[in-house]
């Protein structure tokens, strides 16, 4: 069954420096995702990617953050400069469709700044 | 205040029991839900849909309720194993605002089943 690929699966960084969270999606999807999960909290919408751009975004997705999809495979999540308060769970998603149907969770990078 | 939000935060059941989780949801214009399990250290894993032009759909073991007259929407999960124990969240889509399809979940219910 076609999956949704993201590493590294944990990360630790020190507040400041910059991190790039990257992810397969799934081939022939065309919709991208990232959302987040702070420890024990719901899951969280940060950014949608559609046609090389961003269709939407989020409150908690700032200045600090910018994705891109640099060679039709990849799809990275970067953050400029990390906050102790950027420490959760990041998951990119994909789908075939719009509408949020159809869509594929990747296990998931664990970013824990210091 | 929450959109889509969950009424228990744990959920304990022995195994062979059928369990129900709970969801309630604020905005009218969503018109699609989804159940989504995850374990431990993994991503939400899709279990089951349902668009808003109908009231209920089953999956093996699974069924899930709408009522849009409360706006609520519960999972049930028949004859529950061992390996259901996860956190479940319902996740709605909102379509106003031309939503892309960013999901909205709710603070999710631990289930933990007793053998």
């Known amino acids: 069954e076609p999956e949704v690929t993201q590493t590294p699966s944990h990360q630790v960084t020190q507040m400041g420096q910059e991190v790039i969270l990257r992810c397969v999606p799934i081939s022939n999807h065309l919709y991208f995702y990232w959302y987040r999960q702070i420890l024990g909290q719901k899951v969280e919408f940060l950014v949608s990617f559609y046609n090389n751009e961003i269709s939407e975004k989020s409150e908690i997705f700032d200045d600090q953050f910018s994705v891109e999809r640099p060679d039709g495979s990849n799809f990275t999540l970067k953050i400029r400069s990390t906050k102790l308060e950027d420490s959760a769970m990041y998951f990119c998603?994909?789908?075939?469709?719009?509408?949020?149907?159809?869509?594929?969770f990747g296990s998931g990078t664990r970013l824990t700044v210091v | 205040g929450e959109s889509v939000g969950l009424h228990l935060p744990t959920l304990s059941v022995q195994e062979g029991d059928n369990s129900i989780i709970n969801c309630a949801y604020s905005?009218?214009?969503?018109?699609?839900f989804i159940w989504y399990k995850q374990e431990s250290g993994k991503g939400p894993q899709f279990i089951i849909d349902?668009?808003?032009?109908?009231d209920k759909r089953q999956g093996q073991r699974v069924t899930v309720l709408l009522n849009k007259t409360v706006k609520h929407l519960s999972l049930q999960i028949a004859a529950t194993q061992p390996g259901d124990s996860a956190v479940y969240f319902c996740?709605?889509?909102?379509?106003?605002?031309?939503?892309?399809?960013?999901?909205?979940f709710g603070k999710g219910t631990k289930l933990s089943v007793k053998p």
């Open positions: 998603a994909s789908s075939l469709r719009a509408e949020g149907y159809g869509y594929t």
């Open positions: 905005n009218s214009a969503s018109d699609y």
């Open positions: 996740a709605e889509n909102r379509r106003y605002g031309g939503s892309q399809g960013n999901l909205i």
């Open positions: 349902i668009r808003s032009n109908m």
